[in-house]
């Protein structure tokens, strides 16, 4: 075992952050405390993923674990992991990864698991787990995608792969490389429910942009090229800017899948994925529904978000519809439940979990919580979130925000102009759960 914590703990990377702690304090400090570990500094900024690389190249245990910096490991956290492998060195096995709160360091877990997927924006997303994985909720479960910088996988394995695509550059795009890699050249993927390590979820990047241009197109552009086959196209749809992106030379990396022999992406979403297309379809549905969005209490009244960019936040105004007045009163609600400007990608958003919370513009990102949106068709509410709350209006003040639903409430009606009251209909079997 000692090699194995060794393989998991030795290695610290730094990326070069211009951050003074990191050199010398970070060197004492090591030298002092941590007699196994091991500190490689780069010559210059390279990023999360070549800085992974690098100490994956001197690691000489059989398995390395990577983990982010950001991170808590929970008790007896290493044994699930390393398990998986022993029985079949092609596996890649990832912890539960719960929740340190940012703010005050509390800790708790995000949930009892799911399937790591992905939209055709690149967003992260998560399938349920199937009817097999909750009959044995202890053990290992396969898992399309990992979320990220939380793995173990075999020294061996992990070069046979050859590594992580060394063009990526800086973040993003590598954990989908890394995943597509692993199931369509011969491994296997799975999450172990027992090893759970706790991530900060920061609020704000702790370090500079670089200053590279649009790195991330970049990256995912490369393991389009490489990986995704046809199914590239759909990734291109939905970011056409991507299609004139240089993404680099691939001749290595097509040259890796084509002497691994690896499968054909189509393999992938057929036999690993194939329910991603169910809640995250290639070809858009129709949007569940449009127009304005008008106060049953106050008809006179619509919400207006006056062609306000980010964090401005949204409030009624006279409804301009039939008029000369200026605003910004056509909304959408899309197939990816939430709500936003009619060609605009900004949702409405909450974040604030207090009564009367204000709702703001804010970039679209796909989550069910704060962006989250439902029509209820019968009560005439806009319900938001999982904590579910309705919006709700002071037509005086003009002012919008969320509160507790309440059938006798008739602030609380609104009417969408045009809803599609069959696809309201399939709501549960139509984009995210």
Not at 269 to 287: G, N, R, S, T, V
Request: aromatic share 12%; net charge neutral.
């Amino acid at each position: 075992m000692e090699q194995f914590i060794a393989a998991a703990q030795e290695l610290l990377t730094d990326t070069w952050n211009g951050s003074a702690f990191t050199k010398k304090p970070l060197d004492d400090y090591v030298a002092a405390n941590l007699t196994k570990v091991k500190v490689i500094h780069l010559s210059e900024r390279s990023g999360l993923i070549r800085a992974r690389l690098a100490g994956a190249k001197i690691a000489t245990a059989s398995v390395i674990i990577f983990l982010d910096s950001h991170t808590e490991a929970n008790v007896n956290w290493l044994p699930p992991l390393l398990e998986p492998i022993a029985q079949d060195y092609k596996t890649c096995v990832c912890p539960f990864i719960d929740v340190i709160q940012y703010e005050t360091f509390e800790y708790r877990a995000q949930d009892e698991g799911a399937r790591g997927a992905f939209d055709w924006e690149f967003y992260y997303k998560r399938l349920p787990l199937l009817p097999e994985d909750l009959e044995h909720p202890t053990e290992p479960f396969k898992s399309p995608v990992m979320a990220g910088g939380l793995f173990a996988i075999s020294r061996k394995f992990f070069w046979e792969l050859g590594g992580y695509d060394e063009g990526l550059d800086i973040w993003g795009g590598e954990q989908y490389e890394l995943s597509f890699k692993i199931w369509q050249c011969g491994g296997q993927m799975v999450d172990a429910p027992c090893s759970r390590v706790g991530h900060i979820y920061r609020k704000f990047a702790p370090f500079p942009n670089p200053g590279r241009g649009d790195f991330v197109g970049k990256n995912y552009k490369r393991v389009a090229e490489v990986w995704m086959d046809e199914y590239a196209e759909f990734l291109y749809k939905r970011r056409p800017q991507y299609r004139n992106i240089d993404p680099g030379d691939l001749t290595k990396q097509k040259a890796l899948r084509e002497r691994l022999k690896c499968k054909p992406f189509k393999w992938f979403m057929k036999e690993i994925a194939f329910d991603l297309p169910l809640k995250y379809p290639p070809i858009e549905p129709d949007d569940f529904g449009s127009g304005e969005v008008r106060s049953i209490a106050a008809p006179e009244l619509c919400v207006d978000t006056e062609h306000k960019p980010r964090d401005h936040v949204i409030k009624l105004k006279e409804c301009i519809k039939g008029t000369r007045k200026s605003g910004e009163q056509n909304f959408t609600l899309t197939w990816h439940k939430d709500v936003r400007p009619s060609g605009r990608t900004l949702c409405w958003d909450v974040s604030d979990p207090n009564d009367k919370a204000d709702v703001v513009l804010y970039p679209c990102h796909g989550s069910k919580g704060n962006q989250y949106w439902k029509y209820d068709v019968e009560k005439q509410w806009l319900i938001h979130g999982g904590n579910p709350r309705c919006l709700d209006c002071d037509p005086g003040a003009k002012r919008l925000y969320v509160s507790i639903c309440d059938d006798s409430s008739k602030t609380q009606k609104w009417r969408f102009e045009n809803i599609n009251l069959k696809m309201i209909a399939d709501w549960d079997d139509i984009g995210p759960p």
